[in-house]
């Protein structure tokens, strides 16, 4: 009876490692050495209104890491530089645990979350990254601990200028 429990224990546990997706740098290809044009949306915490503003985005490949140069012209003090190592294997981007992978039409979805806090709040976020040759999306929701309900934070829409 232990060996029957020691070998579904073990089978539960490989089929669990081989069913989680995984990403490799050959998935972001098509964005090295890119530029983006776009808008980020945001949800205001003080009254929860909409907020939308101009950005655009430099992106280049450098080993396992996804490099990103992010600009506001309206808001140049909020410019900043974003570097995305894909680690452990292939199953996190950064300190996000990538949960869904799917590759459809030319479009790439990747599924991601990570702990933290929102609105000062622990939370779980929720990042949906949408890339094809034209256009790059990202959306985050977030799920406070004490509820189910995902709302959404804000969302990166690009579409490609060069």
Same mark, same amino acid.
Request: aromatic share 10%.
């Given at each position: 009876?232990?060996?029957?429990?020691?070998?579904?224990?073990? @089978?539960?546990?490989?089929?669990?490692?081989?069913?989680?997706?995984?990403?490799?740098?050959?998935?972001?290809?098509? @964005?090295?050495?890119?530029?983006?044009?776009?808008?980020?949306?945001?949800?205001?915490?003080?009254?929860?209104?909409?907020?939308?503003?101009?950005?655009?985005?430099?992106?280049?490949?450098?080993?396992?890491?996804?490099?990103? *140069?992010?600009?506001?012209?309206?808001?140049?003090?909020?410019?900043?530089?974003?570097?995305? !190592?894909?680690?452990?294997?292939?199953?996190?981007?950064?300190?996000?645990?990538?949960?869904?992978?799917?590759? *459809?039409?030319?479009? @790439?979805? @990747?599924?991601? !979350?990570?702990?933290?806090? *929102?609105?000062? %709040?622990?939370?779980?976020? $929720?990042?949906?990254?949408?890339?094809?040759?034209?256009?790059?999306?990202?959306?985050? %929701?977030?799920? $406070?601990? *004490?509820?189910?309900?995902?709302?959404? !934070?804000? !969302?990166?829409?690009?579409?490609?200028?060069?």
């Amino acid at each position: 009876m232990k060996s029957l429990c020691t070998i579904i224990i073990c @089978l539960v546990t490989g089929w669990t490692l081989l069913s989680q997706p995984k990403v490799a740098i050959s998935d972001f290809e098509n @964005l090295d050495n890119s530029k983006w044009s776009g808008n980020l949306m945001y949800i205001n915490y003080g009254d929860g209104s909409k907020v939308l503003i101009r950005t655009a985005m430099q992106i280049s490949i450098k080993g396992n890491k996804i490099l990103m *140069d992010i600009e506001y012209p309206d808001e140049p003090k909020a410019n900043s530089k974003e570097n995305i !190592r894909i680690t452990k294997a292939g199953s996190y981007l950064g300190n996000e645990e990538l949960i869904d992978k799917d590759y *459809d039409n030319g479009v @790439l979805t @990747l599924v991601t !979350r990570f702990k933290g806090k *929102d609105n000062n %709040k622990k939370a779980v976020m $929720y990042k949906t990254y949408s890339i094809s040759e034209e256009a790059y999306v990202v959306e985050k %929701k977030v799920q $406070y601990m *004490d509820t189910e309900e995902r709302i959404l !934070r804000n !969302r990166y829409n690009y579409t490609r200028s060069n």
